[in-house]
Structure formats: structure tokens, C-alpha cells
């Protein structure tokens, strides 16, 4: 039973990396599209500069399913191994190359 409470944490955690990837993935890609801004008809033109829409509560929600997603995923493609103690090491590897992964995802400069 033991083996089970350590398998769903790391499966967990794997969700959770993998959706701030493609939380990251889904900022890097955004923002080079501008996003469409209702003001410019109302407002003065030398006041648009102050004016800037943000994506917040949309990254906020795609990063919410994709775990939510991701974890119902892995959980269902898992669920008859997950009293097996093999899953531990390989999943462990798995996790280590995730963060590393995402670390430097979160270093690049685009």
C-alpha cells in the first residue's frame, strides 16, 4: 500500500511538470500575436501606449486543465500498475529529466 501513495505522488508531480511546459509553451507562443484590444476606437491615440490588455486569467485557465488533464490522464493510463514497484525508478528518471527540462525552459530567453 505503501508502494501505491509514492507511485500517485510521482505520477502527480510528472503531471505537474509537464503542464508548466505547456503553460511556458502557451506564453512563449502568445505573445508574439497581439491580442486584440477593444479601447482603440474609445480612447485618444496618445493614450494607447498605456493601455495593455493582459492574458493572465487565460494562461491561468489553459495551465488548470492541462494539469487537471494531464493527471487524469496518466492516473487512467496507470491505474492497474500503480501497486507495482517497478513504476518507482523508471518514473523517478522520468520526473528528474522533466525538471531539468523545465528549469531550462524557464532560463531560455526567447
Known sequence: MQNSYKN????VSIAFALS?????????????FPQANVLTKIM?????HE???????L???????CALALTAA?????HRRINEPQI????????????IWTFFTFECDF
Open 20 to 32: 508548466i511546459q505547456l503553460w511556458l509553451v502557451s506564453i512563449f507562443t502568445l505573445v508574439n
Open 8 to 11: 500517485v505522488l510521482l505520477l
Open 88 to 99: 518507482w525508478p523508471q518514473a523517478k528518471l522520468f520526473l528528474g529529466l522533466e525538471m
Open 51 to 57: 493601455v495593455r490588455p493582459e492574458r493572465d486569467a
Open 59 to 65: 494562461h491561468f485557465h489553459f495551465f488548470v486543465f
Open 44 to 48: 485618444m491615440p496618445e493614450w494607447l
Open 74 to 78: 496518466i492516473v487512467f493510463y496507470f
